[in-house]
């Protein structure tokens, strides 16, 4: 057993206290006009936002930023050795907000997606590339499958990058991280890939939190995947009393094993880059608000450490489990 990290695998149990859902660096996107807010391009920034986190006990994050969306992994690589912090990179691909009108991917099989993915998770992650995405190859390999739905949910296309995903899956035994669009379509994306053969435990669900419906989660919590939260300190769409409120539902209703954090930070959420919040929000002010509103030990634990643990390591694939 095993999770995959930038600098190599390491045993589950050297996680520790984890943030599973980041984006540590994003280069400008040739052909699409990404706000400032999500350019993250500062190499010494943000090694010094990971320290500001590690110094707080912080000891592995998940870089959420999949293949052709402006993800660096040689910087995440470089950024991991520098501050002792382990970093999960992703393959997959982002919603298409994240990509030119006539990007690979939309023209590509399911193979040829499938592909991509299983070479990322076990050779080696693709350098961004504004005009040829295949470019140059790294070492650093994916350690998730990141997969996104947008505004209209499982299109056609969005199928095709979703059957991918399983194929990647029962290949590699990579667990499987999806975005949700303000939470919608989660359950349309679990039917999906537990209907293809893809184990709950090896599926995040991400976003759940940023519009808070208690029923919509308990009903994916049933089905024995992960939800990841991350809207902690977005005060636009809610306030932290809010988030709380919502983990303390899900952990009185028996989910509490379930859950994963995460900042899901962008530039103007990061002190090194001119913020007043950054990546030790988390450690220095959230958990201590769920604390006071009576979370206990063991759950604080399976939240930021045993969660992370389970959710992020890799599963034997098809060949060694015998089904297929």
């Not at 995440?76 to 690979?104: C, E, M, N, Q």
């Amino acid at each position: 057993m095993f999770i995959r990290t930038v600098t190599g695998d390491i045993k589950p149990k050297k996680l520790g206290f984890t943030h599973c859902h980041e984006h540590l660096f994003t280069y400008p996107i040739e052909g699409v006009d990404l706000p400032d807010r999500l350019i993250i391009d500062s190499c010494s920034r943000s090694r010094h936002e990971v320290r500001d986190f590690r110094r707080l006990g912080g000891k592995s994050i998940v870089d959420a930023q999949p293949f052709g969306a402006g993800r660096n992994a040689r910087f995440l690589r470089r950024l991991s050795r520098a501050t002792g912090v382990h970093v999960i990179g992703a393959t997959g691909l982002h919603k298409s907000y994240f990509y030119p009108k006539d990007f690979w991917a939309y023209t590509a099989s399911v193979d040829e997606i499938a592909g991509l993915f299983i070479s990322e998770v076990e050779e080696g992650m693709y350098e961004y590339d504004p005009f040829d995405p295949f470019k140059m190859r790294t070492d650093a390999r994916a350690g998730i499958i990141k997969i996104a739905t947008g505004d209209e949910g499982l299109t056609a296309y969005y199928e095709k990058v979703f059957e991918a995903a399983v194929r990647a899956h029962r290949k590699t035994g990579a667990p499987i991280m999806t975005h949700t669009e303000l939470s919608r379509f989660g359950q349309e994306q679990v039917e999906y890939l537990t209907g293809s053969g893809v184990p709950p435990g090896s599926i995040i669900v991400s976003h759940m939190d940023r519009a808070i419906d208690v029923e919509k989660n308990f009903r994916l919590a049933e089905r024995g995947v992960f939800l990841e939260y991350d809207t902690i300190a977005r005060f636009k769409y809610h306030a932290d009393e809010d988030e709380v409120a919502l983990i303390r539902e899900m952990v009185d209703g028996g989910f509490g094993e379930c859950i994963l954090l995460g900042m899901d930070v962008t530039r103007d959420r990061m002190k090194s880059y001119g913020a007043e919040i950054g990546l030790d929000y988390i450690a220095k002010t959230f958990i201590p608000m769920l604390r006071k509103a009576g979370i206990d030990h063991y759950y604080l634990d399976c939240i930021t450490n045993v969660n992370p643990r389970r959710a992020l390591t890799f599963v034997e694939d098809v060949e060694r489990r015998g089904d297929g």
